[in-house]
């Protein structure tokens, strides 16, 4: 691109903006996009970003963009929530600050001064165990395995379908599975403390 513009200059190109182009405006992400978007998630709140795409008839980068920069939603547990709290939302937040067992591995965002004052003052209780150990990870001993085995043998051409064959997997699992490896924690780390700490195969 950079030897294209060089080329131009050389023939007399004096302006560095685009030259305007007939046809469709080269973003997708307009008013009535943003708020087709904004409605069909509200509609549904499992929706996709594949099937909001196809809906909608616009592009995934599109539709990621409308949901993370506009609209400002993230996706727990496979459901598209606001990332900003609502009165309600802050008043049910206030039933997790009792009885709360946090586990987290010492990763830099988790040991920041922020996260640790926050922790203290919700009064949660933090679960030491052994760094980046991945037999307590749920995501390492349950959700990691079945993932790539569902992934096995796929050719992707782009980073855009790698993230949309991972949505579309975790989309059509059962809240089951995510459950039992939450629940399979206690099995694990009874282990891990019979072990002293040493790895857990299985």
Request: proline share 4%; aromatic share 6%.
């Amino acid at each position: 691109m950079i030897s294209e513009w060089a080329k131009r200059f050389k023939e007399g190109r004096t302006s560095v903006d685009d030259d305007k182009r007939a046809g469709a405006p080269r973003t997708a992400v307009t008013r009535d996009n943003i708020a087709a978007v904004d409605l069909a998630i509200k509609q549904n709140r499992r929706i996709s970003v594949l099937e909001l795409s196809s809906n909608i008839g616009v592009s995934v980068g599109s539709i990621d963009t409308i949901i993370h920069e506009h609209l400002l939603y993230s996706k727990v547990t496979a459901r598209w929530v606001p990332k900003m709290l609502t009165e309600q939302h802050k008043q049910a937040r206030g039933l997790l600050s009792k009885g709360v067992m946090l586990q987290h591995d010492n990763a830099r965002a988790h040991t920041a001064n922020v996260t640790s004052s926050t922790i203290t003052k919700l009064g949660w209780e933090v679960l030491v165990h052994p760094p980046y150990s991945p037999d307590l990870a749920p995501s390492d001993y349950h959700l990691f395995g079945p993932l790539k085995d569902h992934l096995g043998g796929m050719k992707f051409d782009t980073d855009d379908d790698v993230k949309i064959a991972v949505q579309n997997w975790l989309h059509i699992m059962p809240e089951t599975f995510f459950s039992a490896g939450i629940r399979a924690l206690p099995t694990r780390w009874k282990k891990c403390i019979e072990v002293q700490g040493d790895y857990v195969e299985k």
